[in-house]
């Protein structure tokens, strides 16, 4: 299950989507997501997915790709769809009575786009961080962040953080999978047994892992330090974010494309 988390992971390439600039990348995620909230009807979601299908076949990412950053989050869907399933009420008979619970055709169509709406918005951050690099994510956010300069608001450090803490997911990961292949090779039973005996599991492998991630801390720290690092003030950049004509065409056709979308609230009653 750890292999499959794929958030902070980098898919190289040379598509017009990886060339865009990270900004517009960044907004129109942001963006995305508020659209996959206001067109809160089966034609907005069906468009939505349309637009996301057509932006990783843009990207020239296999689908497998998608998958593996959809497979960890199935239990939590399924687990908010039944939720909904049992208690979002309709009007009239029910389709099925179950003891104290009642399903309604209004619950069936909730649950089923309250899951695609979901794996709609974990898709559509995941081709963020599949289309651009770390660094390039770091220097998108911090000058998207800039005009807090001026209440004094640490933007470079903020962006700093939050870049290192996506970029060193996957390595945190592969280093939970060799300390749990490493405790089983031991003897350790971290798949069977009662739910308290796994909660119980879990403390030979955090101990390790809390150690490996405070050592890495301290390496990386240790390495910005012996660069000059001193933060953001006087930091120059190889190569400068500039919007180009083809930024320009992205920016008018996914303006177009999720005005269509919002515009479906008007036309098509929502569930919510």
Same mark, same amino acid.
């Given at each position: ?68 950053? !959809? ?8 687990? *908010?769809?039944?939720?909904? !399933? ?40 995941? !081709?963020?961080?599949?289309? *651009? ?37 996957? *390595? ?68 400068? !974010? ?31």
């Amino acid at each position: 299950m750890l292999k499959d988390i794929t958030i902070g992971q980098y898919y190289p390439g040379r598509s017009v989507i990886h060339r865009c600039d990270p900004r517009l990348k960044l907004v129109a995620t942001i963006a995305y997501i508020v659209v996959l909230f206001v067109a809160a009807n089966p034609l907005g979601i069906a468009l939505s997915l349309l637009l996301l299908a057509v932006l990783y076949r843009g990207a020239r990412i296999p689908g497998k790709m998608i998958l593996r950053s !959809l497979k960890p989050i199935v239990p939590i869907v399924i687990f *908010t769809a039944v939720l909904n !399933l049992f208690f979002v009420t309709g009007q009239g008979e029910p389709l099925v009575h179950f003891w104290v619970f009642n399903i309604y055709a209004e619950g069936v169509r909730y649950a089923i786009l309250l899951a695609v709406r979901v794996c709609a918005l974990i898709a559509g951050t995941s !081709l963020l961080t599949y289309t *651009t690099s770390p660094i390039v994510l770091t220097d998108a956010i911090e000058n998207l962040l800039r005009p807090l300069n001026k209440v004094h608001f640490p933007v470079h450090e903020l962006a700093m953080m939050m870049t290192i803490a996506l970029r060193f997911i996957p *390595t945190l990961i592969e280093e939970t999978e060799k300390i749990m292949n490493a405790q089983k090779a031991r003897g350790a039973m971290l798949d069977t047994g009662k739910f308290t005996q796994r909660i119980k599991a879990l403390v030979p492998i955090l101990i390790p892992l809390f150690i490996s991630a405070f050592r890495r801390a301290d390496e990386l720290a240790m390495a910005m330090e012996c660069r000059c690092y001193h933060g953001g003030e006087g930091r120059t950049r190889l190569k400068q !974010l500039r919007f180009t004509a083809t930024d320009v065409r992205c920016t008018v056709v996914l303006v177009v494309a999720l005005a269509i979308i919002v515009s479906t609230r008007f036309f098509v009653p929502g569930l919510v």
